[in-house]
């Protein structure tokens, strides 16, 4: 008897046991899932929602004005919390491909809540033709999930169906390959774009229509030759605010010197790519006391960025260019050339600069020199070495001599596409693992590259991938924990432990 009882009470205690770890497991569960989710909106629209009805007062008049139906559209929702210069690129890089592409059928269209002056005044001037809604509730933004004071850039096809979505910051260059993509349907990287605009000594350059930033009226390479020395200096910082001052003090000192010479007539021409803000150039060429003549690019400046690109040890954020009479191109030269008393613009490290992120290993800086891919991650499984290349939104697996032999991913929201690749790993079978930061998840591939599964993520800092695949996330809220993840078949729930 007294065994029986011993018996249901050693039962009833691993009952407990197992009910008490069963709590534990579904409490961590639940945390875990508020960890992936905890940016994630539900209510923010994804690949595969239907559009909403849009429409609302018109930015440029008292009119009320929709997205029209039926067509590929490009939405933009621009927040007054954003920075200057990435409203200024996001709306200039639309402007473009309007111009480009909107009589073929691409719509564009501006959702914005808040005061933007510097939008206001591109429309004021009609450097933005497309159409602009105002939204001072907040109410479209509503409609498209994007939070108060939050950004979205959006594409829905011909049938309604949202085929992009990201909240995060996203460039010039990413738009246009989105729209290659979903639109033209051709090949968002192809090189002979690249190659029509590059610089080369002896031949003509590139006319560009450029903004006067003082006058706000529109002009080109060309008109602004005539009237300068032919010299002209580019800005093609990322950062345009934060390094604004330093570039305008070491111009002035160069100038100064410059014009001590006699055979030096005319005033250089600062030239700042478009996603620079023209308030704030403005207001620091004020500051400094800078008079030269200086003009914002009316659109990308891709052959200047290219040379920072193919040989930034050389060429940083800062290009001059000398032309002739006839715009042929004399002279490409850093800034730090121009006079031996200015320090160089760029890196030390060719690969480095090309990167420039911090998660880069220097190393590997030897192993791809000058590689036309900017680098965030590396990994090496089977003599292959896998990049995350940030600004082409994809992985790329190169041989031993750092050559593409083939990609994964291309941008997009759908399932296999990628925006701004970060930390990848490989598994033990040759499984990829890739953090597409863009849109707030890790996707994981086949050792083929072919899409197999993903799960969103929140935060992180720290990533790893066991052999076992298994990824490991360390929490950026709680620096000491982390999280490892067995990523499930596709369109299954996470697990977590």
């Not at 350059?205 to 602004?224: A, G, K, M």
């Not at 200047?304 to 001059?320: E, K, R, W, Y």
Request: charged share 25%.
């Amino acid at each position: 008897m007294r065994q029986l009882i011993d018996s249901i009470q050693h039962h009833r205690l691993r009952a407990v046991v197992i009910v008490v770890l069963l709590l534990i497991n579904v409490v961590a569960l639940r945390g875990s899932l508020r960890f992936f989710n905890k940016i994630s909106d539900s209510a923010f629209l994804r690949y595969g929602d239907k559009m909403p009805r849009l429409s609302g007062r018109s930015l440029s008049g008292n009119k009320t004005i929709g997205v029209v139906e039926g067509r590929v559209n490009l939405i933009l929702y621009l927040s007054a919390s954003q920075s200057r210069s990435r409203t200024i690129e996001t709306a200039k890089s639309a402007e473009l491909l309007w111009r480009r592409n909107g009589k073929d059928g691409l719509g564009v269209t501006a959702i914005v809540r808040g005061d933007i002056s510097d939008l206001d005044s591109l429309v004021e001037h009609s450097l933005v033709s497309y159409d602009a809604i105002v939204d001072p509730t907040g109410d479209l933004g509503d409609k498209l999930g994007v939070a108060e004071n939050g950004n979205g850039v959006f594409l829905f096809g011909p049938d309604g169906r949202c085929r992009f979505s990201t909240r995060n910051p996203i460039k010039g260059e990413d738009l246009r390959q989105l729209v290659a993509v979903e639109f033209l349907r051709t090949d968002p990287l192809d090189k002979a774009i690249f190659k029509q605009a590059s610089i080369e000594k002896g031949h003509r350059f590139v006319d560009r229509s450029l903004l006067d930033v003082r006058s706000l009226r529109p002009t080109s390479i060309d008109q602004v030759r005539a009237k300068t020395s032919g010299l002209f200096v580019f800005f093609t910082a990322d950062c345009s605010i934060c390094s604004l001052p330093e570039y305008l003090k070491t111009f002035l000192e160069y100038e100064r010197k410059r014009k001590l010479h006699p055979n030096n007539d005319g005033d250089a021409a600062l030239v700042f790519d478009f996603n620079f803000s023209h308030t704030d150039v403005l207001e620091q060429m004020t500051k400094f006391g800078v008079s030269s003549p200086a003009y914002i690019a009316g659109e990308e400046l891709t052959e200047i960025n290219d040379l920072a690109l193919t040989d930034p040890s050389h060429f940083g954020q800062v290009v001059a260019v000398e032309l002739d009479r006839v715009g042929t191109v004399q002279g490409i030269l850093s800034l730090g050339e121009l006079d031996g008393s200015l320090p160089r613009t760029g890196g030390s490290d060719n690969k480095t600069a090309i990167a420039n992120l911090p998660s880069y290993d220097a190393e590997f800086g030897e192993m791809f020199p000058g590689a036309p891919f900017s680098i965030y991650d590396v990994s090496f499984y089977n003599g292959k070495y896998y990049v995350s290349d940030i600004k082409g939104n994809r992985v790329l697996v190169l041989n031993e001599h750092g050559e593409p032999e083939r990609e994964i991913g291309g941008i997009g929201s759908g399932p296999g596409r990628i925006l701004h690749p970060g930390y990848l790993g490989v598994a033990g079978d040759g499984t990829v693992y890739v953090q597409d930061g863009g849109n707030e998840r890790i996707e994981r591939f086949k050792p083929d590259g072919t899409f197999e599964a993903e799960f969103r993520t929140s935060l992180f800092e720290g990533f790893a991938v066991a052999p076992q695949n298994e990824v490991t996330l360390g929490n950026l809220k709680r620096a000491t924990s982390s999280l490892s993840i067995a990523l499930p078949a596709r369109n299954s729930a996470p697990s977590a432990s």
